[in-house]
């Protein structure tokens, strides 16, 4: 069943706030036009890619105008940059808050990557945004995915048991471990189908408990995702 | 006297000057490579490109469509020296296990030894435009689908259907981060930590460490 967000058409644009005076206050129009200027930017350059992504492309996304964009944001990078850290921050509280009440490591990172996954089904665009689209991008926003996907694989490891092995070899264990997931993420959006993120939560979990506890057993509490 | 060995054949001349014409091409495609490599694909210009690869307008339009052309060139060279290395390395025989980890080692190894071709291929081929990231993907599942022969090794029973797919992009992104700080440092240390995790899930981690030891050796 296809997911419709509040405030946009069928084809998932966000709608135009009506003209004039609609009753609204200033500070909401000022917030709503801000946050549809980073879902529309995410929009953008999920669908175009950084380079190829216009400032009137994010505007058109957003459903306001250029001249309203520039008030909020001087470029593009800026857009870009503020969507990054909003979605980072927003992301990782999520995952801080979640697996509570989970008993044991590994039943948290399983919670926490219910929860991530969730996130990010209900805007599959978000990994377009931030995982698909840096790398094509080279340069600083390359550098930017690689940092937001670093602390998010932190996040979703926090609290984890002393590694086995030499601290070195963990080391690259676990670098290799945020390209695997970011592939994985990947993989799973290309398909244009809401239920393949879900379906990845398994081998996540497992990629993301082997580097501590083995494989043998990361592979056992991946089949409980 | 076989013709091809008499002096000033006409046959011995169109072979040697098909061959620097090769020669040549080879080249001036070293030379764009580390243009590419440090201006990166997007910023780097046709002009750019003849100045580095110290070649004329007209010879670089006769070898070459366009700058994304040329970039595809550039990265078909160095792959084809990625397989002769490979070729070489690996001996005759030898069997899956070792041929994936005598062909980590060769790769650390080369692209510790030339970062800037290391760089076009792994990095900047993903922002190079449709064809090359096309090559760039091919290569990915290349790696994905030789990696996956390891299953018939038999401890693999519970591997998800992707998860070669997921190793390929892991060991990859070793060298990426390493390649967008500079260079690999560490190539002795890299390689066998990346052929560990290549072949544990196959082999099992005492045969794994066994089969790096021997090819560490």
Request: net charge neutral; aromatic share 6%.
């Amino acid at each position: 069943m296809a997911r419709r967000e509040r405030g946009t058409d069928e084809d998932g644009k966000l709608r135009r706030l009506p003209r004039g005076r609609h009753g609204l206050s200033r500070e909401f129009v000022t917030r709503n036009q801000r946050e549809r200027l980073i879902a529309g930017t995410i929009a953008a350059v999920a669908e175009h890619g950084y380079r190829d992504t216009s400032v009137t492309q994010i505007a058109a996304a957003a459903g306001v105008s250029r001249r309203t964009l520039y008030g909020y944001f001087k470029t593009k990078e800026e857009c870009v940059n503020a969507t990054y850290d909003l979605f980072e921050r927003h992301l990782l509280e999520a995952l801080a808050g979640s697996g509570g009440k989970a008993r044991g490591w590994s039943a948290k990172v399983r919670a926490r990557v219910s929860t991530l996954l969730d996130f990010l089904a209900a805007n599959p665009d978000l990994v377009r945004f931030s995982l698909v689209a840096p790398p094509n991008a080279g340069g600083e926003i390359a550098e930017r995915g690689r940092s937001f996907l670093a602390a998010m694989v932190d996040q979703l490891t926090a609290g984890h048991p002393a590694a086995r092995g030499d601290a070195d070899g963990v080391a690259v264990e676990l670098e290799a471990m945020q390209g695997s997931i970011a592939a994985v993420l990947a993989g799973a959006v290309q398909v244009k189908d809401d239920e393949t993120l879900a379906d990845t939560a398994p081998q996540l979990v497992e990629l993301l408990l082997a580097p501590f506890v083995g494989r043998r057993r990361a592979t056992g509490e991946a089949a409980k995702a | 006297m076989p013709p091809a060995l008499a002096r000033d054949s006409v046959e011995k001349r169109q072979v040697s000057q098909k061959v620097r014409s090769e020669e040549r091409r080879e080249q001036v495609l070293g030379r764009m490579t580390d243009v590419f490599a440090k201006r990166g694909y997007q910023a780097a210009t046709v002009d750019h490109l003849i100045a580095g690869g110290k070649i004329s307008m007209g010879g670089f339009y006769k070898e070459f469509d366009g700058k994304e052309d040329a970039f595809v060139a550039v990265y078909d060279r160095v792959m084809a020296e990625t397989d002769e290395r490979l070729e070489g390395a690996i001996p005759v025989g030898a069997d899956w296990a070792m041929r994936a980890a005598v062909g980590l080692r060769t790769v650390v190894e080369l692209a510790s030894e030339q970062p800037l071709a290391a760089r076009v291929v792994m990095l900047e081929a993903q922002t190079g435009g449709k064809l090359a990231l096309g090559r760039y993907s091919a290569t990915l599942q290349a790696v994905a689908t030789f990696l996956r022969e390891g299953r018939a090794e038999g401890e693999a029973s519970t591997l998800p259907p992707s998860f070669e797919e997921a190793t390929a992009s892991g060991l990859a992104w070793l060298l990426q981060s390493r390649l967008a700080q500079g260079r690999i440092d560490d190539p002795a240390e890299l390689w066998p930590r990346m052929a560990r995790m290549a072949l544990e899930p196959y082999l099992g981690a005492a045969r794994a460490e066994q089969m790096v030891r021997s090819v560490s050796g």
